[in-house]
């Protein structure tokens, strides 16, 4: 254990100005050794780490050197020039990260670090699908494993999933896996979605009822929902957008009271940013598999270069096309604004598409 000594408390009090608000001084000591030695082992191994907008403050702002969502940071992770990448999200983002700069070595600092969505679907279900429609292209959400990407023609976020999804040209599209930003963006566009049945336990626990009570509670505030929760929660909100989107409008509109129905974390994040300008009303559902990365177990992987990401040559490859169509396409993300506009949308599961026999590779 690293001893919080007047040296690192020197070193890292310019770090607790931007958190003070957000992580009490009595916590301080124990996270700022944990944190000067990061900072050191970046500089020495010539490595960054890239976190999202999901990760507590302490790591978010004190030893990330680009923050963002998935979009932001596969950007990012194609652009440095660091021979280390430490992926402080999950494990889809580190293997996108992976599928972006196959020559540096990543890391996730926990192999905990899963997703309900990743999990709800593999590459043979792809290929099910794939035999149910053929000739229907695939858009995959980042949030899935590379073995799914590598089935799928192109990628989305939740940032760009509208404008992906109508720069096919197709009247018909499969969009996977998350079945309520499938519906969310079937609501947006005349394309023909279909969905796959896989759900982000963070954001399907959030209900309409909830935020109408949290509306009266607190009148006046400015509800604002990410676009994994139901159509009826995106119905309810004053806006809804990907996390970058969420933080963009707090920054822009400086709403007196605001509400981000998402997880806990990025509300402190902005919050910390922006000061007490702003109220935060916070409803908060964690996501356990991005709790399970910590400022030790960041040390950990950088000192000891530990739970390194790998991908087979095959997969990789394959994966690797679907996602850089999405980051060259360059597209503008959309707004999700037409939340009424609710239409039909076939959502298929693995007993559905299983019927049809396995299909090999
Ligand atoms: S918040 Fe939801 S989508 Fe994001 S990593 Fe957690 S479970 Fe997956």
Redesign the pocket.
């Known amino acids: 254990m690293i001893k919080y000594t007047s040296e690192i408390a020197k070193a890292t009090d310019p770090l607790f100005e931007k958190v003070k608000n957000v992580i009490p001084s009595v916590e301080w000591p124990t996270m700022a050794p944990l944190v000067h030695r990061i900072n050191e082992l970046k500089a020495e191994k010539n490595a960054v780490v890239l976190a999202h907008n ?1 990760q507590t403050p302490d790591i978010y702002h004190c030893v990330a050197d680009f923050v963002g969502d998935s979009l932001q940071l596969a950007i990012q992770a194609q652009k440095t020039e660091a021979d280390i990448i430490v992926q402080a ?2 494990h ?1 983002m580190a293997e996108t990260s992976k599928l972006l700069s196959p020559d540096k070595t990543v890391l996730i600092p926990s192999l905990d670090a ?5 999990a709800s679907i593999t590459g043979q279900d792809v290929r099910q699908l794939k035999k149910k429609y053929p000739g229907v292209p695939v858009v995959t959400y980042v ?1 899935t494993s590379a073995d799914v990407k590598a089935e799928s023609d192109i990628c989305c976020t939740s940032a760009n999933a509208i404008a992906v999804v109508e720069a096919l040209g197709n009247d018909r599209v499969i969009l996977l896996p ?1 079945e309520y930003l499938s519906k969310n963006v079937a609501a947006q566009t005349e394309v023909e979605i279909i969905a796959w049945q896989g759900r ?4 399907e626990r959030f209900t309409a009822e909830e935020l109408r009570d949290y509306r009266e509670s607190s009148p006046g505030v400015s509800i604002l929902a990410h676009p ?1 929760c139901s159509p009826e929660v995106l119905e309810e909100a004053d806006f809804a957008g990907s996390t970058s989107a969420l933080i963009r409008y707090v920054n822009v509109n400086r709403p007196q009271k605001v509400m981000m129905v ?2 806990c974390s990025m509300s402190d994040n902005v919050s910390a940013e922006i000061g007490e300008e702003v109220e935060f009303i916070r409803p908060c559902n964690l ?4 709790k399970t990365i910590s400022l030790q177990n960041i040390v950990e992987s950088l000192e000891l270069i530990r739970h390194e990401v790998t991908i087979p040559e095959e997969i990789a490859a394959r994966g690797r096309q679907a996602v850089k169509r999405m980051v060259d396409l360059e597209v503008e993300g959309k707004g999700f604004e037409k939340r009424s506009n609710q239409r039909d949308v076939i959502v298929e599961d693995r007993a559905s598409v299983s019927s049809l026999g396995t299909l090999s590779r």
């Open positions: 999901y999200g999950v889809f899963g997703c309900s969505l990743a949030n998350d982000c336990e963070v954001h994994e998402t997880e996501c356990p598999h991005m």
